[in-house]
């Protein structure tokens, strides 16, 4: 399988949205943690001192070898079996920007959970509101972006969601404008990437948390396997 590299690479350097991710999710993150497509292993650092036993999941060839390289001497597992190839279990299953790159998500979704120890966590980042789909989407190879409906439909059995948030809400606007007057662009440039980064990034976290978020780009959900 081939992943378009490109996406990956600009958004590497998006190193404080990263952080708001994991300040979010943190608390979720424990024991034998399963990071499902890891790109190039970007994420991967911001919790890699909570917990020594990791395994990063990646299908794509060239990314596969990357994390090989970047995590060799680390302890860090690398495989490129899917989530339902893996045999053991986890206490913490990630998918930060992946879900959407999966046609059959709703089964990926009760997959990983059977992949769960009890009480451990699904943790799910996904890009919102599908009326944003824009070239971008499509180049990267996703299916489509989701509606906090999705998840609130979603009938997992013994499980109880923890988290089911908006984030990024300045980050809206900034892809929406950029959809409306950049409607032939592919990928944002590392220059837009900077400046959502470095300036709105920091302020979307206080305007998120005004807001509730109740509103963003995208949906972060987190569900306990009870």
Do not use: C
Not at 17 to 40: H, Q
Not at 83 to 89: D, F, K, S
């Amino acid at each position: 399988m081939k992943y378009p590299g490109e996406e990956l690479d600009n958004f590497d350097k998006a190193t404080v949205w990263r952080k708001y991710i994991y300040f979010e999710i943190k608390k979720y993150v424990f024991g034998k943690v399963l990071e499902v497509g890891a790109g190039i292993g970007s994420f991967t650092n911001n919790y890699m001192g909570r917990t020594s036993d990791i395994t990063l999941s990646e299908v794509d060839e060239s990314n596969f070898e990357i994390i090989k390289d970047k995590f060799k001497n680390t302890g860090v597992k690398i495989t490129k079996k899917t989530t339902g190839e893996l045999n053991q279990r986890f206490n913490t299953i990630m998918y930060l920007n992946v879900l959407e790159h999966i046609e059959k998500d709703k089964e990926e979704i009760e997959t990983s959970l059977q992949k769960l120890e009890k009480g451990g966590h699904l943790i799910i980042l996904v890009p919102a509101h599908n009326k944003l789909y824009s070239n971008f989407d499509k180049a990267v190879g996703h299916f489509k972006r989701y509606e906090m409906s999705f998840f609130e439909d979603l009938e997992l059995k013994n499980s109880e969601i923890q988290k089911i948030v908006y984030l990024d809400s300045m980050g809206y606007f900034l892809y929406y404008l950029n959809k409306i007057f950049f409607s032939n662009e592919t990928y944002p440039s590392k220059f837009k990437i900077f400046i959502w980064d470095k300036i709105f990034t920091p302020s979307t976290f206080i305007i998120d948390k005004l807001l509730m978020n109740k509103f963003g780009k995208n949906i972060l959900y987190v569900v306990k396997k009870l």
